[in-house]
């Protein structure tokens, strides 16, 4: 069982800046970032697999997020900057530890779910 621990959410003003952290109790091999708006399904924003980061994100926020990973700190981030209103959602971070060569974009993929934090950004 792997508890993933989620930090540093907040109010922000569009274009403005915040970065997610998100701890894991335990090894894993892929830790991911979704959100869900009211009203809408949980959608993915990013991911960082493997022992070589490798790195995926949804369209709408590429350029704009960037995931990152400590290995040393069972950590992973999420820097969010030119921050828009639609990005305003609960953010939750997700973690799994089998290999798999398949996109890792899909709620259904990642066993273990931190307890999410709210980002919102004002216009």
């Known amino acids: 069982q792997v508890q993933l621990v989620e930090s540093g959410g907040g109010l922000v003003q569009a274009g403005g800046s915040l970065r997610l952290s998100c701890e894991a109790s335990?090894?894993?091999?892929?830790m991911g970032w979704f959100r869900q708006a009211p009203g809408k399904e949980r959608e993915f924003v990013a991911v960082?697999?493997?022992?070589?980061?490798?790195?995926d994100y949804a369209d709408s926020v590429k350029g704009r997020f960037t995931i990152s990973r400590d290995n040393a700190k069972s950590t992973v981030y999420l820097q969010m900057n030119s921050l828009k209103p639609e990005d305003t959602a609960v953010y939750y971070c997700?973690?799994?530890?089998?290999?798999?060569?398949?996109?890792?974009?899909?709620?259904?993929?990642?066993?273990?779910w931190g307890q999410g934090t709210q980002v919102t950004v004002s216009s």
């Open positions: 997700a973690a799994d530890r089998r290999f798999t060569r398949a996109p890792m974009t899909s709620p259904g993929q990642y066993a273990y």
């Open positions: 335990g090894s894993t091999y892929a």
């Open positions: 960082v697999r493997g022992s070589a980061s490798m790195t």
